[in-house]
Antibody
Framework: QITLKESDPTLVKPTQTLTLTCTFS??????????VGWIRQPPGEALQWLAL???????HYSPSLKSRLTITKDTSKNQVVLTMTNMDPVDTATYFC?????????????WGQGTLVTVSS | EIVLTQSPGTLSLSPGERATLSCRAS???????LAWYQQKPGQAPRLLIH???NRATGIPDRFSGSGSGTDFTLTVSRLEPEDFAVYYC?????????FGGGTKVAIK
């Protein structure tokens, strides 16, 4: 059974750096074809894809946020970490991590519960 | 970047009725790499359909997906009370991955 869980909700100040951790079980990020992505959802708005890391350490980012994002993995800890620099109130959202589809394609077949990130001074 | 436009924004229907949701892409989606998700308030999205027409594990057969190229449809043949939710499409045929703006299926 695949499960994912994001780190606890957090309040960050404008210009600070956000660090989110996704801890997962039921799969290994060292297995060929596996990937973990981050997606966010501002309150009342649609989903927005942020980043995706693959088993071979290949990384893809949303072009609009690429300069601010870094995604890394720790295979031994079953964790994926997303950092986002220079946070702004418009970055207030629920952030989800999700497992890449089992057929090796970039849809998401299992999601964490999400964690609320609030950006405010 | 492929822009996905979902319509209608809100669909007001009664239990037992048929729901037809549209997802239109600004350019052709490679290999029909389109997924549909259901999201209820306060919950994470749940995968319903991948590859435009393949139901995910455990998804009831009242949910079906169709389409190719730039036009895709999610159909719920007979709405159950638990189907009232927001539905999103997502394309994964090209980078960056993109989601549609969502369709809310509301109780009439």
């Amino acid at each position: 059974q695949i499960t994912l869980k994001e780190s606890d909700p957090t309040l960050v100040k404008p210009t600070q750096t956000l660090t989110l951790t996704c801890t997962f079980s039921g799969f290994s990020l060292s297995t060929t074809g596996v990937g973990v992505g981050w997606i966010r959802q501002p309150p009342g708005e649609a989903l927005q894809w942020l980043a995706l890391i693959y088993w071979d350490d290949d990384k893809h980012y949303s072009p609009s946020l690429k300069s601010r994002l870094t995604i890394t993995k720790d295979t031994s800890k079953n964790q994926v970490v997303l950092t986002m620099t220079n946070m702004d109130p418009v970055d207030t959202a629920t952030y989800f991590c999700a497992h890449r589809g089992v057929r090796g394609r970039d849809y998401f077949d299992c999601w964490g519960q999400g964690t609320l990130v609030t950006v405010s001074s | 970047e492929i822009v996905l436009t979902q319509s209608p924004g809100t669909l007001s229907l009664s239990p037992g009725e048929r729901a037809t949701l549209s997802c239109r892409a600004s350019q052709s989606v490679s290999s029909s790499y389109l997924a549909w998700y259901q999201q209820k308030p306060g919950q994470a999205p749940r995968l319903l359909i991948h590859g435009a027409s393949n139901r995910a594990t455990g998804i009831p057969d009242r949910f079906s997906g169709s389409g190719s190229g730039t036009d895709f449809t999610l159909t719920v043949s007979r709405l159950e009370p638990e189907d009232f939710a927001v539905y999103y499409c997502q394309q994964y045929g090209s980078s960056p991955l993109t989601f549609g703006g969502g369709t809310k299926v509301a109780i009439k």
